[in-house]
């Protein structure tokens, strides 16, 4: 079993920066890929950034276009998501994700919120 916990959303401002963490715990050794999703009432949920076990960053959601990045810690077992030049279009609740033996985990989000 693995769990992940999310931290570091809130309120900002359009053009501010965010940094979301998630912490995982557990069978840790057994995690492979990690990923950070979000998503908004009424749409589907989004890959916002994917890491390799190794900490190499391997996808981006078209909507990134170069302002977040990804970054894995895995002394730390933590994998952030710094956000920069945020926009409305942002606010979502963004979720950590992790494989682990052939399992999905899914922690229970958080919330960004970014005013205009």
């Known amino acids: 079993q693995v769990q992940l916990a999310e931290s570091g959303g809130g309120l900002v401002q359009a053009g501010e920066s965010l940094k979301l963490s998630c912490l995982a715990s557990?069978?840790?050794?057994?995690?492979?890929?990690m990923a950070w999703y979000r998503q908004t009432p009424g749409k589907e949920r989004e890959l916002v950034a994917r890491?390799?076990?190794?900490?190499?960053?391997?996808e981006f959601g078209d909507f990134v276009k170069g302002r977040f990045t990804i970054r894995r810690d895995n002394t730390k077992n933590t994998v952030d998501l710094q956000m920069n030049n945020l926009t409305p279009e942002d606010t979502a609740v963004y979720s950590c994700?992790?494989?682990?033996?052939?399992?999905?985990?899914w922690g229970k989000g958080t919330l960004v919120i970014v005013s205009s």
């Open positions: 557990g069978k840790t050794w057994t995690i492979g890929g």
């Open positions: 994700y992790a494989q682990a033996q052939g399992l999905d985990y």
């Open positions: 890491i390799t076990r190794g900490g190499v960053p391997r």
